[in-house]
């Protein structure tokens, strides 16, 4: 994965935070959520915003019946992150790290898995135990957009 800064990074950090971002991914392939809440500062409340929630996680307990709401209907998932767009010192302990993403999943039941493609804006910040999350949203595209690129995709090869 590929990251842009607005400033040099140390390189301590900027190797930290690919770490943080690789074991997202690895969390949510596993569906392993006990690794993906360890990823989080537990010290003040999550915000999290999900493209399919309603509304904004703000509350440990709300993040957490998410989770568990997620593990029972998820059948098998896959995410990846495709792009890293840039990350921005905040403060001097905290960035915010913007990424697209992929995700797959199966869900109990249904005939055919889903995918799809969101914008993600993270915040992270630095604790004694490394880089954690603090917020977490997701920006899908808007639907005229994402119609414009079905139908771009959508375009036999080598028509000009």
Same mark, same amino acid.
């Given at each position: 994965m590929t990251m842009t800064f607005d400033a040099e990074p140390d390189s301590a950090d900027l190797a930290a935070i690919r $770490?943080? &971002? @690789?074991?997202?991914?690895?969390?949510?392939?596993? &569906?392993?959520? @006990? @690794?993906?809440?360890?990823l989080w500062d537990e010290t003040r409340p999550p915000v999290y915003f999900a493209e399919e929630?309603?509304?904004?996680?703000?509350?440990?307990? %709300?993040?957490?019946?998410?989770w568990d709401l997620t593990r029972a209907s998820i059948e098998a998932m896959g995410m990846r992150i495709t792009a890293v767009h840039g990350l921005r010192q905040l403060a001097p302990?905290?960035?915010?790290?913007?990424? @697209?993403?992929?995700?797959? %999943?199966? /869900?109990?039941? %249904?005939?055919?898995?889903?995918?799809?493609?969101?914008? /993600?804006?993270?915040t992270l910040r630095r604790t004694n135990t490394g880089w954690r999350?603090? $917020?977490?949203?997701?920006?899908?595209? %808007?639907?005229? /957009?994402?119609?414009?690129?079905?139908?771009? $995709?959508?375009?036999?090869?080598?028509?000009t």
């Amino acid at each position: 994965m590929t990251m842009t800064f607005d400033a040099e990074p140390d390189s301590a950090d900027l190797a930290a935070i690919r $770490q943080v &971002l @690789a074991e997202l991914e690895n969390a949510w392939r596993e &569906l392993d959520f @006990a @690794a993906l809440r360890g990823l989080w500062d537990e010290t003040r409340p999550p915000v999290y915003f999900a493209e399919e929630a309603p509304e904004p996680l703000l509350e440990w307990s %709300a993040l957490q019946n998410y989770w568990d709401l997620t593990r029972a209907s998820i059948e098998a998932m896959g995410m990846r992150i495709t792009a890293v767009h840039g990350l921005r010192q905040l403060a001097p302990d905290i960035v915010s790290v913007v990424y @697209a993403m992929h995700w797959d %999943a199966r /869900v109990r039941g %249904a005939p055919t898995p889903l995918g799809g493609d969101n914008r /993600v804006c993270a915040t992270l910040r630095r604790t004694n135990t490394g880089w954690r999350f603090i $917020q977490y949203v997701e920006s899908p595209l %808007a639907p005229i /957009v994402y119609m414009k690129r079905l139908y771009e $995709q959508s375009v036999t090869p080598g028509f000009t």
